[in-house]
């Protein structure tokens, strides 16, 4: 199994410094590959990942929720969306994403449809020229 990062991240890298096997990459281009994303081939399923974020965008592969109830307010940055987001990252330094959405309350999202996602970046994105 793997842990999986959803469409309610928002950049802010807080994740990447605690992976004790440097698995996860910052998507790029920023425009077709908005979040970060979670190498399922090497992620050892250690949960510290989980704590660091600040918008509870991490969950293990089998707890990604098919029906997410939005609280209201918080961004789902994915392509299509065409909202602006700006804010700063886990360092400070500045984050614009204009791949989002604001979700309104009692909103359901499916977040299984990111899980792919994260496999494709490393297996067809630029994620695997990367490593
Ligand atoms: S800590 Fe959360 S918001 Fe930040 S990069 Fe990681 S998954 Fe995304
Ligand atoms: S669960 Fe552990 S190994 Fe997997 S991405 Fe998170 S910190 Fe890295």
């Given at each position: 199994m793997t842990?999986?990062?959803?469409?309610?991240?928002?950049?802010?890298?807080g994740c990447v410094e605690v992976c004790p096997?440097?698995?996860i990459t910052p998507g790029k281009p920023q425009e077709q590959w908005p979040m970060f994303y979670i190498d399922?081939?090497?992620c050892i399923d250690c949960g510290?990942?989980?704590?660091?974020?600040?918008?509870?965008?991490?969950?293990?592969?089998?707890?990604?929720?098919?029906?997410?109830?939005?609280?209201?307010?918080?961004?789902?940055?994915?392509?299509?969306?065409?909202?602006?987001?700006?804010?700063?990252?886990h360092h400070g330094d500045p984050v614009v994403l204009e791949t989002v959405r604001v979700l309104t309350q009692g909103e359901v999202v499916d977040l299984t449809t990111d899980i792919q996602a994260n496999t494709d970046y490393y297996t067809k994105g630029p994620g695997y020229s990367a490593k």
């Open positions: 842990h999986i990062i959803t469409s309610l991240c928002l950049r802010d890298s096997v440097e698995c399922p081939d090497t510290a990942c989980v704590p660091e974020c600040p918008y509870a965008a991490i969950f293990p592969e089998d707890e990604v929720p098919a029906a997410y109830a939005a609280r209201g307010g918080e961004f789902l940055n994915r392509v299509g969306q065409d909202g602006h987001y700006e804010g700063t990252d």
